[in-house]
C-alpha cells in the first residue's frame, strides 16, 4: 500500500489524500457508508501502514476526506430526489471569491464595496469562503448533470470539487440561497469562524439587494454540520447576524439559521430536508 503513503526530504511520512481515499472508499459498500466510520477506516488503514504518522497530519485531510463523502452523497440526493437545491463545495478563499458566482455587474459591487472601504477608510472586508454554497437549480440546471456518481476516481473527484465552476459569473441574486459549513468537530475557533461568516454573508446580500435595488427580495440561510456537536457548540451558534440589530427596522436573526449533526447519510438527508424546508419558507 505505498501508493497511500510517501516521504518528504526529512523521511516523515506524506498522506496521499486522493490515493488513500479511493482505496479505502472503494472497498467499502456504499449501502454501508457511515461518514464516522469510514473516516477511522481511513486513518487505521493508513496507520497500519506506518503508525508514525501524527495526529496534525490527519486533522489536516480528514476535513477533506468527509467533505469528499457529504459531497458525493448530496449530488446523488439531488440527482435522486429530483428537487432544485444543490451543494456545491467551495475552494479556499485564497484560490477563489465566492462572489464571483455572481453576474458580473452584481459582483461589481460587492468589489466597489471592498475597494471603498479600503481606500477610504482603510477597513478590509476579510471572511474566509464557506465550504459549501447551496443553489437553486431551476435556473441554472442546464449546468449541470443529472447522473449519479457511482465510480470514484481522481478523475470523478476533480469533476465534483470542479462543479462550481459551471456557475461563475451566472447566478442572479437569488440563485444562490445559502451556504453550508461542514467541519469533522467544532471547536472554539471554528465556531467563531462559522459565526463571522453567516454574518458576513448576510451582510452582503443586504448590501446587493439594496444596490440591485431588489423590493421583495427572497434571503439567504447559512447553516453549520459536524460529525459531532456539544451544547456549547449549538449554544454559541445562536449568535446574532450584526447587520440585523443595527436598526428597530429590521428583524434580529441569527448569523447561523440551524446546525446538524452529520455522522451518516441518514442524518445528511434530513439535514438536506431541513435545509429545503428552512429555504422554501423564506
Same mark, same amino acid.
Given at each position: 500500500?505505498?501508493?497511500?503513503? /510517501?516521504?518528504?526530504?526529512?523521511?516523515?511520512?506524506?498522506?496521499?489524500?486522493?490515493?488513500?481515499?479511493?482505496?479505502?472508499?472503494?472497498?467499502?459498500?456504499?449501502?454501508?457508508?457511515?461518514?464516522?466510520?469510514?473516516?477511522?477506516?481511513?486513518?487505521?488503514?493508513?496507520?497500519?501502514?506506518?503508525?508514525?504518522?501524527?495526529?496534525?497530519?490527519?486533522?489536516?485531510?480528514?476535513?477533506?476526506?468527509?467533505?469528499?463523502?457529504?459531497?458525493?452523497?448530496?449530488?446523488?440526493?439531488?440527482?435522486?430526489?429530483?428537487?432544485?437545491?444543490?451543494?456545491? +463545495?467551495?475552494?479556499?478563499?485564497?484560490?477563489?471569491?465566492?462572489?464571483?458566482?455572481?453576474?458580473?455587474?452584481?459582483?461589481?459591487?460587492?468589489?466597489?464595496?471592498?475597494?471603498?472601504?479600503?481606500?477610504?477608510?482603510?477597513?478590509?472586508?476579510?471572511?474566509?469562503?464557506?465550504?459549501?454554497?447551496?443553489?437553486?437549480?431551476?435556473?441554472?440546471?442546464?449546468?449541470?448533470?443529472?447522473?449519479?456518481?457511482?465510480?470514484?476516481?481522481?478523475?470523478?473527484?476533480?469533476?465534483?470539487?470542479?462543479?462550481?465552476?459551471?456557475?461563475?459569473?451566472?447566478?442572479?441574486?437569488?440563485?444562490?440561497?445559502?451556504?453550508?459549513?461542514?467541519?469533522?468537530?467544532?471547536?472554539?475557533?471554528?465556531?467563531?469562524?462559522?459565526?463571522?461568516?453567516?454574518?458576513? /454573508?448576510?451582510?452582503?446580500?443586504?448590501?446587493?439587494?439594496?444596490?440591485?435595488?431588489?423590493?421583495?427580495?427572497?434571503?439567504?440561510?447559512?447553516?453549520?454540520?459536524?460529525?459531532?456537536?456539544?451544547?456549547?457548540?449549538?449554544?454559541?451558534?445562536?449568535?446574532?447576524? /450584526?447587520?440585523?440589530?443595527?436598526?428597530?427596522?429590521?428583524?434580529?436573526?441569527?448569523?447561523?439559521?440551524?446546525?446538524?449533526?452529520?455522522? +451518516?447519510?441518514?442524518?445528511?438527508?434530513?439535514?438536506?430536508?431541513?435545509?429545503?424546508?428552512?429555504?422554501?419558507?423564506?
Amino acid at each position: 500500500m505505498s501508493d497511500i503513503i /510517501t516521504y518528504n526530504c526529512n523521511n516523515k511520512p506524506v498522506i496521499k489524500v486522493v490515493e488513500s481515499f479511493n482505496y479505502v472508499i472503494n472497498s467499502v459498500p456504499e449501502s454501508e457508508w457511515n461518514y464516522k466510520d469510514s473516516l477511522n477506516q481511513l486513518q487505521n488503514t493508513l496507520l497500519e501502514e506506518d503508525n508514525s504518522i501524527n495526529s496534525s497530519a490527519f486533522s489536516n485531510v480528514r476535513g477533506t476526506w468527509f467533505e469528499w463523502m457529504v459531497s458525493i452523497d448530496s449530488y446523488n440526493h439531488w440527482v435522486e430526489n429530483g428537487h432544485n437545491l444543490l451543494l456545491l +463545495n467551495l475552494p479556499n478563499i485564497s484560490r477563489f471569491d465566492s462572489t464571483s458566482l455572481y453576474l458580473p455587474e452584481i459582483h461589481s459591487f460587492v468589489l466597489d464595496l471592498r475597494n471603498k472601504l479600503e481606500s477610504t477608510h482603510d477597513i478590509q472586508m476579510i471572511s474566509s469562503n464557506p465550504d459549501y454554497v447551496i443553489i437553486d437549480t431551476t435556473r441554472l440546471g442546464q449546468y449541470f448533470k443529472r447522473e449519479k456518481i457511482t465510480t470514484i476516481t481522481r478523475e470523478s473527484l476533480e469533476s465534483l470539487d470542479n462543479l462550481y465552476k459551471n456557475i461563475i459569473n451566472k447566478c442572479e441574486l437569488d440563485d444562490i440561497v445559502g451556504y453550508f459549513s461542514l467541519k469533522t468537530s467544532f471547536r472554539p475557533d471554528r465556531r467563531l469562524q462559522i459565526a463571522h461568516e453567516g454574518s458576513l /454573508t448576510k451582510a452582503i446580500y443586504v448590501h446587493l439587494q439594496t444596490r440591485s435595488w431588489l423590493m421583495d427580495p427572497r434571503g439567504i440561510k447559512y447553516f453549520g454540520g459536524a460529525l459531532k456537536m456539544s451544547v456549547a457548540d449549538i449554544r454559541a451558534l445562536k449568535t446574532v447576524a /450584526t447587520h440585523s440589530i443595527t436598526t428597530v427596522m429590521s428583524k434580529p436573526e441569527r448569523a447561523v439559521d440551524n446546525v446538524f449533526t452529520i455522522s +451518516n447519510r441518514d442524518q445528511l438527508s434530513e439535514a438536506i430536508a431541513l435545509m429545503q424546508s428552512s429555504i422554501l419558507g423564506m
